[in-house]
């Protein structure tokens, strides 16, 4: 069987580099944690070769090819497929869980971008850690107990994002009363297959400043 490829973002500014896309690590930390071998493909996003054109018409990042020739652009969906296509360790989130930290990025950006301080985006963001933080205290010390699922390699790459950007731009960082998010964000960067595959923190910073300085 060919290998399993993944085409990821490469770093701005360095195209062989390792760049800086959450929803590109999810797919690598899955891959990781099964211990599947793969092939990493780097893309420079600001300058995309006709041969990923071809096979992500949109142009987006990740895009997984299982060795079968399909190729697959959605993070959600390639990470079903991998579940799918290697079963074991299983890293199946039950469904009551699936959603636990799901409004946290989306607030993240929403706070990061903000110019105002009365917006109330900042508080909308500590209601989702927090949220976060009983739920893990009540079933941690992973979204689903004891092991890691696919929940938590998801959310594990947009909270890395989260520290890193706002500590950089807004001088902040998740409060220290939070200490289940504390420990889980830890234990979550702490793993092998996370700094394996985690984006340097220049890269995730020259990543978003545009999006800040907008």
């Known amino acids: 069987m060919a290998a399993v490829e993944v085409c990821v973002k490469a770093a701005t500014g360095k195209p062989d580099t390792l760049g800086d896309c959450p929803f590109s690590q999810r797919v690598l930390l899955t891959l990781e944690e099964k211990k599947v071998p793969y092939e990493v493909k780097l893309v420079d996003l600001d300058n995309k070769p006709e041969w990923f054109l071809k096979i992500s018409p949109e142009g987006k990042v990740p895009v997984f090819n299982g060795g079968d020739g399909e190729c697959i652009a959605d993070s959600d969906v390639i990470t079903q497929t991998i579940e799918e296509k290697f079963p074991t360790p299983s890293l199946v989130t039950p469904v009551e869980y699936a959603s636990v930290g799901s409004k946290i990025f989306p607030a993240f950006i929403t706070f990061l971008k903000s110019k105002d301080a009365s917006d109330g985006s900042e508080k909308a963001l500590l209601d989702e850690l927090q949220a976060l933080d009983e739920h893990l205290k009540a079933h941690g010390p992973y979204i689903n107990g004891e092991n890691v699922s696919a929940a938590d390699l998801s959310l594990g790459p947009k909270l890395f994002h989260l520290q890193v950007a706002l500590e950089h731009f807004k001088g902040w960082k998740i409060p220290e009363n939070l200490t289940n998010v504390h420990a ?31």
């Open 184 to 214: 889980y964000t830890k234990a979550l960067f702490s793993r092998e297959s996370f700094v394996k595959t985690k984006p340097s923190e220049e890269h995730v910073i020259a990543g978003w400043a545009p999006k800040v300085n907008a």
